[in-house]
């Protein structure tokens, strides 16, 4: 999965997002993600009317525009 993620982080913000990474295990981390949920139902909050990201591009997409305050380059055609 890791690698997949690092490819999406590639496609949406580019090389110089992934020259950043740096594997190194992180005890205080590996606790956080060790506390998620591997599998939940999410029906309740779609009937809400909240909307999943399908992709892991999404995920990232999503997360530079609401917390780094990052615009989208525009697709070239």
């Given at each position: 999965?890791?690698?997949?993620?690092?490819?999406?982080?590639?496609?949406?913000?580019?090389?110089?997002?992934?020259?950043?990474?740096?594997?190194?295990?992180d005890?205080t981390?590996?606790r956080?993600?060790?506390?998620?949920?591997?599998?939940?139902?999410?029906?309740?909050?779609?009937?809400?009317?909240?909307?999943?990201?399908?992709?892991?591009?999404?995920?990232?997409?999503?997360?530079?525009?609401?917390?780094?305050?990052?615009?989208?380059p525009?697709?070239?055609?």
């Amino acid at each position: 999965m890791v690698p997949e993620e690092i490819q999406a982080l590639r496609r949406v913000a580019g090389d110089d997002a992934v020259a950043l990474i740096r594997a190194q295990p992180d005890a205080t981390i590996a606790r956080i993600v060790d506390g998620w949920p591997r599998a939940f139902d999410a029906r309740r909050a779609l009937a809400l009317g909240f909307i999943a990201e399908r992709h892991f591009d999404e995920i990232v997409r999503v997360y530079l525009e609401d917390e780094m305050g990052w615009t989208a380059p525009a697709p070239i055609v």
